[in-house]
């Protein structure tokens, strides 16, 4: 259309696409979703330092009533043609300053984001209106594999020079097969940059790339680093219906459960996986993109073939937390699936004759995580023998359902109430400092923070010196703030041991009255 001669700024009914206007235009149908008010009486605030008498008195003038003011709603006309009809969400102005008001419009945006049934929105901002059409429909194969076999030339731009770019360094010999993610993790904000339909490549193309990183890639060894994309495993998974996938409106297809609905075999995969490993020149085929390991726990094949061939070693794999309270605020499975995945993967493993291992990943101080979660969180990773060694706070970041939680303190994943659910966040520093160090517990620099709150959760029986324990009551010179020559041992009332050598004033037992 451009390069026909039609101006940028005319072309307004492009998808994905967001410009400005100065109103709606004629023939659509605007559907004000601008307010979480509810039909009926608007109760006055009540006042806690008015006299119960004045509150219960008459008012003047014969005992009238007092007027109530009501919200009314409009009602929608059927037959509205969707594609003609665009949602108002609450104004730049009203989300700056209510929060409430910014969980509910990020809700809209996520309802809104399935291109099959998805409408555009407006949103008002000074004496101008914001308007986003709803996003693109998703690529078909064979324009996937246009996109991807455009002649590329795999190298970073000569105005780098010798400079050494790391993000180079990760990509150079790996694989993209895949685009779009139906996982809907509270946190990320893939589904909104490229769509919950997975668009997928063909086996040729894929085929074709790994060949191209063969022939023409400097320093290549015969070591493809991943076969994967957004997500390692979604690859030609789809949902059964195309009617049914356009007339959804779920944030994700395995969360709370696995759609039913959802196609989840991965047999597909397993195939480009050896042909992969067959092509001249290829040693090694790595997987290194995150693995839903709810979804591969469906297909045993692939959980074998995985681990035979496609595991350096380690596998990192992400269940964020053990407790039920953040997960559910992160739209992720309970921890119990990734202990039958750990099964599978460790009889595998056995099977293939290798010593494989699990690298699992946890976000600290997630929307809806308590210190009790972190502290649960804790006390698994030492029952399991894991040491942390880089651990993630939660950081908020555009576009994302978490994020609406960190800011407003209410959940989005429901319909928003200004007296619903209530979602805390640790946000100050000490707190968020914390959470982390209940991930690093092994870490003697954590300890004396651990330490502390512990005594305040009134968990002091896990400081102490035995396996059960989880920090010590001891610390390392020139650790956590201790001096260099040391100090004393951390006491707390469940030191039996200090409270025996009280009683008997033995040496070594405490101390001595």
């Not at 074709?208 to 022939?215: A, G, P, S």
């Not at 964020?320 to 997960?327: D, F, I, R, S, V």
């Not at 009889?347 to 990943?361: D, F, N, T, V």
């Given at each position: ?15 994905g ?5 100065k109103?709606?235009?004629?023939g659509?149908?605007?559907?004000d ?5 509810e039909?009926?009486?608007v109760?006055a ?12 008195a ?17 009602r ?7 594609e ?11 989300v ?10 990020s809700?809209?945006?996520h ?15 000074g ?14 194969t ?14 970073p ?22 685009r779009?993610c139906f ?6 904000s893939?589904?909104?940059?490229e769509?919950r339909?997975?668009?997928n490549?063909?086996e040729?193309?894929i ?13 290549f060894?015969?070591?493809?680093s991943d ?9 030609r998974?789809h949902c ?5 996938e ?7 297809c395995?969360?709370p ?10 047999t ?9 490993r067959?092509?001249?020149?290829v040693?090694k ?8 390991y709810?979804?591969?726990v469906r297909t ?5 073939e995985?681990?035979s ?7 990192k794999?992400?269940p ?8 559910s ?8 699936t ?19 291992y699990?690298i699992p ?5 997630h929307p ?12 698994w990773?030492k ?5 942390a060694?880089?651990v993630q ?14 800011h ?6 429901r319909r ?16 968020r ?10 870490d ?7 330490r502390e709150?512990l ?6 029986d896990l400081?102490?010196n035995?396996?059960r ?11 956590g ?10 006491r ?6 200090e409270?025996k ?6 040496p070594?037992?405490?101390?001595r009255?």
């Amino acid at each position: 259309r451009l390069a026909a001669g039609e101006p940028i700024h005319e072309i307004r009914d492009l998808r994905g696409t967001a410009f400005v206007r100065k109103r709606v235009p004629d023939g659509w149908t605007v559907i004000d979703s601008s307010s979480i008010d509810e039909p009926g009486p608007v109760e006055a605030h009540p006042d806690p330092y008015a006299a119960a008498t004045s509150q219960s008195a008459p008012a003047c003038g014969g005992g009238r009533e007092r007027e109530v003011q009501v919200v009314h709603f409009d009602r929608r006309p059927r037959g509205l043609q969707r594609e003609r009809c665009v949602v108002r969400i609450p104004s730049w102005e009203q989300v700056r300053d209510d929060p409430v008001l910014y969980a509910h419009a990020s809700r809209i945006l996520h309802l809104e984001s399935n291109p099959g049934n998805a409408r555009a929105l407006v949103q008002r901002h000074g004496d101008r209106e914001v308007w986003l059409n709803p996003p693109p429909l998703p690529l078909t194969t064979p324009e996937l594999d246009r996109v991807f076999e455009l002649p590329y030339q795999r190298v970073p731009h000569p105005a780098y020079g010798d400079a050494r770019i790391p993000a180079y360094e990760m990509i150079r010999f790996s694989v993209n097969i895949m685009r779009g993610c139906f996982g809907g993790c509270s946190f990320c904000s893939i589904t909104e940059h490229e769509g919950r339909i997975i668009q997928n490549r063909s086996e040729r193309s894929i085929l074709h790339e790994i060949e191209e990183i063969r022939d023409r890639t400097p320093g290549f060894t015969g070591v493809i680093s991943d076969l994967g994309g957004p997500t390692a495993n979604m690859w030609r998974l789809h949902c059964k219906d195309p009617k049914i996938e356009a007339s959804c409106r779920r944030l994700s297809c395995v969360y709370p459960g696995i759609c039913k609905n959802l196609n989840t075999d991965q047999t597909p995969l397993v195939r480009l996986y050896r042909k992969a490993r067959e092509l001249p020149g290829v040693k090694k085929v790595l997987i290194a993109s995150g693995l839903r390991y709810d979804i591969a726990v469906r297909t045993p094949e692939y959980v074998r073939e995985l681990v035979s061939h496609h595991v350096g070693g380690y596998l990192k794999i992400a269940p964020e937390h053990t407790q039920p309270g953040p997960l559910s605020k992160m739209m992720k499975p309970g921890i119990g699936t990734y202990d039958r995945f750990k099964a599978m993967f460790d009889k595998y493993s056995r099977q293939a004759g290798k010593e494989q291992y699990l690298i699992p990943y946890f976000i600290a101080a997630h929307p809806g995580t308590s210190d009790e979660d972190m502290l649960e969180l804790a006390l698994w990773l030492k029952r399991n023998g894991f040491r942390a060694d880089q651990v993630q706070a939660f950081l908020p970041s555009p576009m994302a359902l978490a994020t609406a939680m960190w800011h407003s303190g209410h959940n989005p994943l429901r319909r928003v109430r200004r007296n619903g659910e209530r979602v805390f966040s640790a946000k100050g520093y000490r707190q968020r400092r914390l959470h982390k160090a209940f991930l690093r517990y092994h870490d003697p620099e954590n300890w004396p923070l651990l330490r502390e709150a512990l005594q305040r959760m009134g968990r002091a029986d896990l400081i102490g010196n035995g396996k059960r324990h989880l920090v010590p009551r001891w610390q390392p010179p020139g650790t956590g703030g201790a001096k260099a020559s040391g100090g004393r041992p951390f006491r707390t009332r469940h030191d039996r041991s200090e409270q025996k050598g009280r009683r008997s004033g033995r040496p070594g037992q405490g101390r001595r009255r």
